[in-house]
């Protein structure tokens, strides 16, 4: 049975070019794009249960993710890194602590750490005076350590050790990537973020350049996966937006239909901080850049992940009205995200026949595929009989790219049959072709 | 050139098979031997600067990674979760958050993060008494987060959401990885972690047995990857070590000089946290045992992935005597990690010739390299004059797999040297031929 695909308006293109500008969008549309997104969320195992709150989804902050999230979450932030870390040879990876007991309290320490059992010691000690109190919360307070907001500060400390790396020579980058508390609005408890840095040291008078060649390496980088890449922009931040210190800003922003949402953030950021953490010692930070010896200048460059998570869902999902075999209209959803972010490449179902017998196959093949480095998703766990349409829809929501059937006629002959979430076209193949065929296509989905 | 290699005492193989029991080894040699690591790990990249710390080190705690060290951590990681959520079906990742608001102060609450403002605001606020500063800094403190200290928690809240992937089908698994904080002796800071845990839920009947089933799978996995497998055993955790509730455990152990650290540690826990944890509704934590409705019993594995680096290491440092051409005596250092752990597979490097060109060259196979997921080295950015005596030290002691030099020759024919770490051949081979010679190396290394 063949599906018959109507556009949604000409909102989504069912392919991975743009999909236009969006002109005849209503609000509607869009908050029935969001909620229908967020149950997909929920059902479909991409945000943990209990968690979905639409707030800190809007505000792209990290949330518990279930199998489905913590696989797309895992795939972006490897692309991301392969991205930034591949592409130029002066890039190296660094690993820095979440905390820190250094006094840097102007810049980093707006969260501490503090032991709760030492603390409702001293709380419930009634020798103490209010001075002697506060005295020893103070000396408690200092001694705790301050947990990280931002990467920035573990590059610029690890600045003078990298020196060596790249013989005192001009630019390069440090990159880390990992979690961050960052300050919610109006709450006492901080939000973590998952965020990937890229801080890239570079010659005073070549900053400027270097943030525009960024800026444009990480737009395209965004823009490569997307369904609707049109959606993905880069905009020059103006005005008071400008940070002390920085002389430009450029972020890249994602249109949500609650409006344009940073994803990337670019700074161009003189050497001040740089020069703020080593104290000042020029002689020790300076690098070659051609002939001439120079304190470098930064350039920052830092990925919100969890947005991007959310950035990714968003955009890729399509819905369309389908007509069955008996005519009947359905709205099909399906999320779809690029062959490389898409979390589970290949679901495994059983069809009509034996059981047991079935089940050994889909286990050997699901063994074969998950060494092959390909996820799969065992679904023939599920042994309450299910329409082919309810598995299909099931799938679609999940973004799975194959489906594959394995049945009575797998058993005598081999074959089995693949559906393409894509072009909905099923295929009939040789259960040892599956492997070739879903790697074959994930790699020219790469190369496009 | 070729070396003639002699082993130290029998202490080590040249092979990746067992070194044998250690009954020679006296303590001045491995003090020796640690001193020598922990000076490789800071000269090579391994630990961030400023960060080595032997007590953290041998404790086994988290510290600042330099460019080696953080590769070494991720294929560490990369493999465990490999092993554990490809071994099986039934296994999925899930990813929670690192702080709660929850009040399961007891299990997981001895570190809170507060906000360090509002604190120093409080402090300083003259016109309160001693019990209204207390109670507002109880209150403060009972809507600050905790940290969590271990990835157990994370799995028994999202237990009742995973039935439904499982049908409610036992035995299955959640996975996690990542950061945890931890208490630190005589610190008022938390140490950090990075730790995997596998919770497993099974029927209560077949407990026992899963523990032997992954105590076996573990320390089969921590063997694999070893230089010297002797070194990794598994012990059964007896008398007081015993953890409330617990039934059972198993400790994966490696042989440090200073004694047994756990890389790895098996509970079984009975149902009683995961009770706990849904506040005793028996009926939402029933699963099919077969026939029957049973709530599962649990058994947990948590390996220390930061230890676990240490103890790669340490187990892969080989010290040999050699003698150079001019029958001078050396002590060859070779960090032999495993061919799927090192965290350098190709070193890139010129010979003699013109300068510009062979970077070109260099920069060109770099980016192939990189490009087909095969970690390289920059070494060309080194363009001081260095023999090919001191480069070979410097790649052995970083663990570099395998160093190409390209020379004016290259620049003729497009043949270059490849040396080996463990071998010290140099092997003549065509630039397009590097790729695939050192693919089909590690592949075959991971298939032994």
């Known amino acids: 049975i063949r599906c018959y695909t109507k556009n949604h308006g000409s909102h989504y293109r069912n392919d991975y070019r743009d999909r236009g500008i969006k002109t005849s969008i209503s609000d509607a549309e869009d908050s029935d794009h969001t909620k229908t997104l967020m149950q997909i969320c929920a059902d479909r195992y991409y945000i943990a249960s209990g968690q979905l709150n639409i707030d800190s989804f809007q505000r792209g902050t990290s949330c518990g993710y279930g199998p489905m999230g913590l696989e797309l979450r895992k795939n972006i932030l490897e692309q991301w890194w392969k991205s930034v870390i591949g592409s130029r040879a002066e890039v190296f990876g660094i690993s820095t602590l979440h905390t820190s007991k250094g006094s840097n309290t102007n810049i980093d320490g707006h969260w501490r750490v503090v032991d709760a059992g030492n603390m409702s010691q001293l709380l419930t000690q009634k020798d103490l005076s209010k001075d002697q109190l506060i005295q020893k919360l103070q000396t408690l307070f200092e001694k705790g350590s301050s947990v990280r907001t931002s990467l920035l500060q573990g590059a610029l400390e690890q600045y003078v050790p990298s020196l060596e790396l790249v013989n005192r020579k001009l630019p390069f980058g440090l990159a880390e990537k990992g979690l961050c508390f960052q300050p919610s609005n109006g709450s006492d408890c901080p939000e973590e973020v998952t965020l990937a840095s890229l801080v890239w040291f570079c010659s005073p008078r070549t900053s400027s350049q270097w943030l525009d060649y960024w ?76 002939r001439k010896s120079v304190v470098p200048h930064i ?98 929501e999940m973004g799975v790219m194959f489906t594959v059937v394995i049945s009575d006629s797998t058993l005598e002959s081999g074959l089995l049959q693949v559906r393409s979430r894509d072009t909905t076209i099923k295929e009939t193949m040789h259960i040892s072709e599956v492997q070739n065929f879903v790697s074959r296509y994930i790699t020219a989905a790469e190369n496009i």
Not at 261 to 274: K, V, Y
Request: proline letters at 5%; aromatic letters at 8%; glycine letters at 10%.
């Open 215 to 290: 800026a444009r390496h990480r737009l395209l980088w965004w823009k490569k996966f997307a369904l609707g890449p049109s959606d993905f922009s880069c905009i020059d931040v103006v005005g008071e937006e400008l940070r002390e210190g920085a002389t430009r800003g450029v972020k890249i922003v994602y249109s949500f239909p609650w409006g344009q949402e940073p994803l990337e953030t670019l700074w161009s950021r003189g050497n001040a901080d740089l020069l703020q953490t080593h104290k000042g010692s020029r002689s020790k930070l300076q690098c070659r850049d051609g």
């Open 299 to 396: 350039v920052s460059v830092t990925g919100n992940v969890d947005r991007g998570v959310l950035a990714y869902l968003h955009n890729s999902l399509q819905q369309m009205k389908n007509a069955d075999s008996k005519q009947r209209l359905h709205q099909r959803k399906v999320l779809k995200l690029h062959p490389i972010l898409a979390p589970v490449k290949v679901a495994l179902d059983m069809g009509r026949g034996p059981t047991q017998e079935l089940r050994q196959v889909c286990e050997g093949l699901l063994k074969e595929l998950l060494e092959g480095g390909i996820s799969a998703w065992p679904g023939y766990f599920e042994t309450m009989p299910t329409s082919m349409e309810q598995l299909n829809r099931k799938y679609d």
